[in-house]
C-alpha cells in the first residue's frame, strides 16, 4: 500500500478556503486516492474519491496532479462545523487493509 | 446515521478481564472491518471479514480475535484486557471485499469506547 503523508493540523477562519495536501510518492497505477473526514468521538466519513484530475461533489474538491504523487482536498469557505480530523488514504481496486493514520486536524475558528 | 450498528456504546471493564463488541453492517453489505483508535495511534486497522471469511488482517494482537456470522454480523473478541486495550473500536461495512478503489466507501459505526482500569 501507498505511504501517505498528511499534515499534522492547520488552521482556518471561517469562510475562508481550506486546501489539505496529501503526498504519497509511490502511488500505484491501479491504486485511488479516497479522503474521509472525522468528528470527534464519531466514526469517519466519506468525504471524496479520485484517480486522476479533479473530481467535485457537493462537499469538496479532489484535485489530482497527472503524476499523481500528491492529491489536495479543497473545502470551499469552510464553517466552524468543519473542524475535523481529514484523512488521506492510497490503495487499489484490491487494497485490503485501510490504515488511517493520524491524518490532519483542521481547527476553524470565528 | 451510517446503518452500521455496533453495541455497546460504552464498557468500562477491568484489567484482565474479557469482552466481546458487536457489528451489524449495513444491510446488504458483506464486507465488515474493525478498526482501534487510541490517541496516541491514529486509525488503526485490525481485521477485516468477508462473507463469513476472514480476509485481510492488520495490527491485531493475538489476544483478539473476531469472526462473522452467517447473518453477516461480527464480533470482536478482547481478552487478558490490559490498560492500553482502552480505545475507541470502530467497525465498518461496504458491500465489496475491496475497501477501496472502484468499490467506493467504508460505513463507519458510532463505535464503541472501551475503558480498562
Known amino acids: 500500500l501507498a505511504k501517505t503523508t498528511q499534515p499534522i493540523s492547520m488552521d482556518s477562519y471561517e469562510g475562508q478556503e481550506v486546501n489539505i495536501t496529501c503526498s504519497h510518492n509511490n502511488i500505484a497505477t491501479n491504486d485511488y486516492i479516497t479522503w474521509y473526514q472525522q468528528f470527534p468521538s464519531q466514526g469517519p466519513r466519506f468525504i471524496i474519491q479520485?484517480?486522476?484530475t479533479k473530481v467535485t461533489n457537493e462537499v469538496a474538491s479532489l484535485f489530482i496532479p497527472a503524476d499523481r504523487k500528491s492529491s489536495t482536498l479543497s473545502l470551499p469557505r469552510v464553517s466552524l462545523s468543519d473542524t475535523a480530523v481529514y484523512y488521506c488514504?492510497?490503495?487499489?481496486?484490491?487494497?485490503?487493509?485501510?490504515?488511517f493514520g493520524k491524518g490532519t486536524s483542521l481547527l476553524v475558528t470565528p | 446515521d451510517s446503518g452500521v450498528t455496533q453495541t455497546p456504546k460504552h464498557l468500562i471493564t477491568a484489567t484482565g478481564q474479557r469482552v466481546t463488541l458487536r457489528c451489524s453492517p449495513r444491510?446488504?453489505?458483506?464486507?465488515v472491518y474493525w478498526y482501534q483508535q487510541s490517541l496516541d495511534q491514529g486509525l488503526q486497522f485490525l481485521i477485516q471479514y468477508y462473507n463469513g471469511e476472514e480476509r485481510a488482517k492488520g495490527n491485531i494482537l493475538e489476544r483478539f480475535s473476531a469472526q462473522q456470522f452467517p447473518d453477516l454480523h461480527s464480533e470482536l473478541n478482547l481478552s487478558s484486557l490490559e490498560l492500553g486495550d482502552s480505545a475507541l473500536y470502530f467497525c465498518?461495512?461496504?458491500?465489496?471485499?475491496?475497501?477501496?478503489?472502484?468499490?467506493?466507501?467504508?460505513?463507519f459505526g458510532e463505535g464503541s469506547r472501551l475503558t480498562v482500569l
Open positions: 488514504l492510497v490503495a487499489s481496486n484490491s487494497g485490503y487493509a485501510l490504515n
Open positions: 444491510s446488504g453489505d458483506l464486507s
Open positions: 465498518a461495512s461496504s458491500p465489496s471485499p475491496y475497501s477501496s478503489g472502484g468499490a467506493g466507501e467504508l460505513f
Open positions: 479520485g484517480y486522476k
